[in-house]
């Protein structure tokens, strides 16, 4: 899930030297991570 978030923009990602990827959940875009969590939502309350 990490890497899709990554890609709409809620949060970074960045290289280290042992060219493993990062997440940086310190800068995040909190508007689009509040919609994420919306669909999420609404996506757990359809499947019941």
Sequence with gaps: MLP???EFGIISL???RN???R???RAYDA???ER???VLET???NKE
Excluded: K
Aim: hydrophobic share 50%.
């Design 4 to 6: 899709l978030v990554v």
């Design 14 to 16: 960045h290289t280290a």
């Design 19 to 21: 060219s493993a990827n």
């Design 23 to 25: 997440y940086d959940i």
């Design 31 to 33: 508007d689009t991570f």
């Design 36 to 38: 994420l969590g919306g």
């Design 43 to 45: 996506m757990r309350l």
